[in-house]
């Protein structure tokens, strides 16, 4: 393909977790995140053939203790979680942009969690619930049978995970996986978030 027809490929809307590409092409970012050395979206964006990275226009979430938010698990380590928080529809239909929460271990499950990747790994889909707001962070729980991975993807080939009693398998290599999923995972576990 020469550089003029690399050029003339059309730009492409990416959603949080897609595939943007190699990370010796494109650059981390705000809105995205690196997994094994390639980049995927940590938010709607819009990725143009030539440039680095993607382009986001979103302002960020109006949320409060209280707060109901999706988001995508960005970095896990034993203690915390970091998640993204997907954009939210307004009623005008326009995405309201993002804004970053964190997950304790001790708010992670009502179940003694060891480890934060024990329940969690980078580019589940999660719903939580906000306890409190710490400058820029909503400090996030989980601990709640409706809360959790809603949507989870094979830490081998990516491929969307389906539920099979509490166990997570993937259809694709029949690997076996656990997160601390949400009661209604498998009402999620088919979709494109």
């Known amino acids: 393909m020469t550089h003029h027809e690399h050029q003339e490929h059309h730009k492409k809307i990416l959603l949080p977790?897609?595939?943007?590409?190699?990370?010796e092409v494109y650059e981390a970012s705000a809105s995205t995140y690196v997994d094994k050395d390639e980049v995927y979206a940590s938010t709607m964006g819009m990725l143009e053939e030539g440039s680095r990275g993607l382009k986001t226009h979103v302002k960020k979430?109006?949320?409060e203790r209280g707060s109901v938010v999706y988001g995508i698990v960005i970095n896990v380590f034993d203690n915390f979680a970091i998640v993204v928080l997907a954009p939210e529809k307004s009623p005008e239909g326009k995405f309201a942009g993002v804004d970053e929460g964190k997950i304790l271990v001790k708010f992670a499950s009502k179940e003694y969690t060891?480890?934060?990747r024990d329940a969690f790994k980078i580019g589940d889909i999660v719903r939580a619930k906000v306890t409190e707001i710490d400058g820029d962070t909503a400090m996030l729980t989980t601990a709640y049978p409706e809360y959790g991975v809603i949507k989870a993807?094979?830490?081998?080939?990516?491929?969307?995970?389906?539920k099979e009693g509490r166990d997570l398998v993937c259809?694709?290599?029949k690997g076996r996986e656990r997160r601390?999923?949400?009661t209604d995972y498998r009402a999620f576990g088919k979709i494109n978030f």
């Not at 977790?17 to 990370?23: A, S």
Request: charged fraction near 20%; charge should be positive; include cysteine.
């Open 17 to 23: 977790g897609d595939h943007v590409g190699p990370g």
């Open 61 to 63: 979430l109006q949320i």
């Open 114 to 116: 060891r480890s934060m």
């Open 153 to 162: 993807f094979c830490s081998r080939d990516k491929t969307p995970m389906v």
């Open 171 to 173: 259809p694709s290599c």
């Open 180 to 182: 601390k999923m949400a």
